[in-house]
């Protein structure tokens, strides 16, 4: 049972070694693990990322059988790559990538579309479009990398148009509507005078008192606008 690779082989963190035996017709091929069955594993060919020493043994249907020389796997930790999670933010607006470094490792961050590129672990990023950022982490004792990407989603600020616009006189007792644009999916709030007015979410609001009004409209991605 000539198995390859044999003898010693060290990977990093996440990468795969295929081990393979000739096929032979009718043959059973039992792989083990440390001594170990590996379990639903039958084909003359495997592929393995774990610790171990690994073997196979070659029954032929008359019985006979062989075992394998040996392969010794050692993996070496691989880098986090950590990036963040996935999120909106509001155009014009700065975010963050990424976290502080680690001692010993280099990074390398570019972009889709194209543009974007740093050897910082967390650089400050400005996009104006809908952007995924790619960051490459090596352990530089080692070799090993790890690639991981975020995608920030770039929303437009809503507009804020009110009507009526600028000084409005009414007699005593009277009222005014006032009503902004209407937005999909955006959030209204209208104030008097900087201060909520409790239930005043729609796109329009009935003004019955002196003072300034205003309407603060947000969307998705804490874009708003008053």
């Known amino acids: 049972a000539n198995m390859t690779p044999t003898g010693e082989k060290t990977i990093c963190e996440g990468d795969i070694v295929a081990l393979n035996v000739p096929s032979q017709t009718g ?5 083990r693990r440390n001594g170990n069955i590996i379990f639903g594993l039958y084909n003359n060919t495997i592929n393995v990322k774990d610790n171990g020493i690994y073997s196979v043994i070659v029954t ?6 062989k075992i394998s020389d040996s392969l010794k796997l050692e993996t070496k ?4 790559a950590y990036t963040g999670k996935d999120t909106s933010i509001c155009a014009g607006n700065f975010i963050n990538l990424g976290k502080e470094e680690t001692e010993g490792n280099s ?9 974007f590129s740093s050897d910082k672990s ?3 990023v400005k996009p104006t ?3 995924t950022y790619t960051l490459t982490e090596t352990i530089l004792n080692s070799g090993c990398t790890k690639s991981n990407s975020i995608i920030i989603t770039v929303n437009s600020a809503p507009t804020a148009i009110i009507n009526p616009v600028g000084n409005k006189n009414i007699c ?3 009222n005014i ?4 644009n209407y937005q999909p999916f955006a959030i209204y709030q209208w104030k008097l005078d900087g201060k909520d007015i409790e239930n005043a979410t729609n796109t329009s609001y009935i003004a019955a008192q002196t003072g300034n009004y205003t309407v603060l409209v947000s969307v998705q991605g804490n874009c708003n606008t008053l």
């Open 177 to 180: 509507l006032i009503k902004t």
């Open 129 to 131: 479009i809908t952007t």
């Open 77 to 80: 930790p691989a880098p986090k």
């Open 107 to 115: 990074y390398l961050w570019n972009s889709e579309p194209v543009g």
């Open 27 to 31: 043959v059973y091929y039992q792989w």
């Open 60 to 65: 032929h249907p008359n019985g006979c059988f």
């Open 122 to 124: 967390n650089p400050i």
């Open 172 to 174: 005593e007792g009277e």
